[in-house]
């Protein structure tokens, strides 16, 4: 994400627009979901979050993630991103919440951050900035396994692909046959952002 790319709000035509219809008040049920926060585009899933009843902590060191029902793991640098968490000692912590089964959700970076070379608790090998230079950034509408109600409206910014799946993982969308949306049990994976659109069915999944 760019500094200072400021996404909708919730409560904007973008939002209330979004398939999946409007968020109800009690869908979330009170689940705690920490969203990593030590860089990236965290706010703008703390929001989506809200919008669909779930309590939200930020996540920036390890005593963070106790309790946590759910994870996201935003978009944003991930070069800067591995370093926060070196920094912190979230890496263990976070592998350690991903073994408990608990639903993780990452996004661009996030994906990246999740794969072999990275944290390693997902059996892909993103490839960075894959989708080049001529694509920077762009929109897709993408029918995704396991999400009902039609085509989400997705955004890469500087997206990774998944260049290599391991035999666990299912690939639920592509681009141009590249693996953009994945899922090994409890963990799911998105190159694009959810987040800045008012789609609200990616993160459902977490609930
Ligand atoms: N290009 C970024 C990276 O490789 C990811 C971009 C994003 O998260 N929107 O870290």
Known sequence: MGEGAEPPRAGSG???AAAGGP???DAGDDRLIGVLALQGDFEAHARTLRAIGASVR????PADLAG???LVIPGGESTVMTLGIEREGLAEPLRELVRSGAPVLGTCAGLIMLDREHLGVLDVVARRNAFG???HSFEA????EGVDGGPVHAIFIRAPWVAETGPEVRVLASVDGHPVAVRQGNVFAISFHPELTGE???????L
Do not use: C
Not at 141 to 144: A, C, H, Q, S, Y
């Open 14 to 16: 973008a939002f209330s």
């Open 23 to 25: 968020p109800s008040a």
């Open 58 to 61: 930020e996540v920036r060191v």
């Open 68 to 70: 946590l029902d759910a």
């Open 133 to 135: 230079r001529q694509l």
């Open 141 to 144: 509408d993408l029918e995704i």
């Open 200 to 206: 609200t069915r990616l993160h459902r999944l977490l």
